[in-house]
């Protein structure tokens, strides 16, 4: 029975599976395994009714392509949780958005706190620069719409260079709070937005502008914790203005040793002046006893 295919011109045979077809094949491939031997192990056969191509060819079947730039930013946002979560000793909680509209690559919590993360933009760099001898620098350049420039006290920027030979981050890595990197790393305005650049030395002994904000990839955890503790809690590092008459409510941290009615007020109020704590209601057992 002969046909013609669709995706080529030429006519291919097919013949009904029978027991002398399969005895026929059978013979076809004791004989190409022969040839394969006599060939020095690659399949080199062509029968009747099946074409074997060769798998150990000298070509790979693939062409290998230099990492694109959202690549290299997985791999970077990657390196940068697992190196915070398993430096973190279990107090790390990491977020990540599904979608990175405000420049945030992941928000960083303390576990179990009801106290507000800080977030972290990632940059990381997949080579280094040499400038005036032998001395590597971590080099970085980008641009932010102006619209996207934030100097959120609670916005950190977390630069690094990966070596993609042994998988990991290089140390030393930095960790820059938003306002202090949008001031040092300022290079100039360019199509509606702002460049920033950063050029940090990797030397040990480096004193450069970049050197106090340094950190250890294995002391990550730990630095991120110590930013979370002593973050403010509003957006805004500048002491908010009140009217003369408002009254400032808060979580107390710790609970009163002594409080008394105050009306019909529960819990208490503590105030100081125009400012006053919220002390938690006395539960039922504390009341009888």
């Known amino acids: 029975m002969t046909t013609r295919s669709r995706c ?3 006519l291919t045979t097919t013949t009904p599976i029978t027991s002398s077809s399969v005895a026929a094949s059978s013979q076809t491939w004791r004989a190409a395994g022969r040839r394969r031997a006599s060939s020095g ?10 074409q074997v191509p060769e798998m150990n060819s000298r070509r790979p079947s693939y062409t290998s392509m230099p990492l694109s730039p959202v690549q290299k930013g997985a791999i970077g946002q990657f390196a940068f949780l697992a190196a915070a979560l398993a430096t973190g000793k279990g107090q790390v909680e990491a977020y990540t958005p599904a979608v990175d509209n405000e420049g945030r690559d992941a928000e960083i919590r303390r576990h179990l706190k009801s106290a507000p993360g800080i977030s972290i933009q990632v940059k990381v ?11 590597q620098y971590l080099s970085q350049r980008f641009a932010l719409p102006v619209n996207r420039v934030q100097n959120d006290p609670r916005l950190w920027y977390f630069f690094a260079y990966y070596d993609a030979s042994e998988l990991r981050l290089h140390d030393p890595a930095f960790l820059v709070p938003a306002h202090v990197f949008h001031k040092m790393g300022r290079s100039g305005h360019r199509k509606g937005g702002i460049s920033f650049v950063i050029v940090a030395s990797l030397a040990p002994g480096s004193r450069d502008q970049w050197s106090p904000y340094r950190v250890a990839p294995i002391d990550l955890g730990k630095r991120l914790l110590k930013i979370i503790d002593e973050a403010p809690l509003t957006t805004s590092s500048r002491a908010l203005k009140l009217p003369p008459d408002s009254v400032w409510l808060g979580r107390a941290r710790r609970p009163l040793a002594s409080s008394s ?3 019909p007020l529960s819990p208490s109020l503590t105030s100081v002046g125009h400012r006053a704590r919220v002390a938690p209601a006395p539960s039922p057992l504390a009341r009888s006893a």
């Open 125 to 135: 760099t997949f080579s280094t620069v040499a400038e005036g001898g032998s001395a």
């Open 41 to 50: 192990g690659r399949w080199s056969v062509t029968g009747r009714a099946l």
């Open 261 to 263: 009615a105050t009306g």
């Open 8 to 10: 080529c011109s030429r």
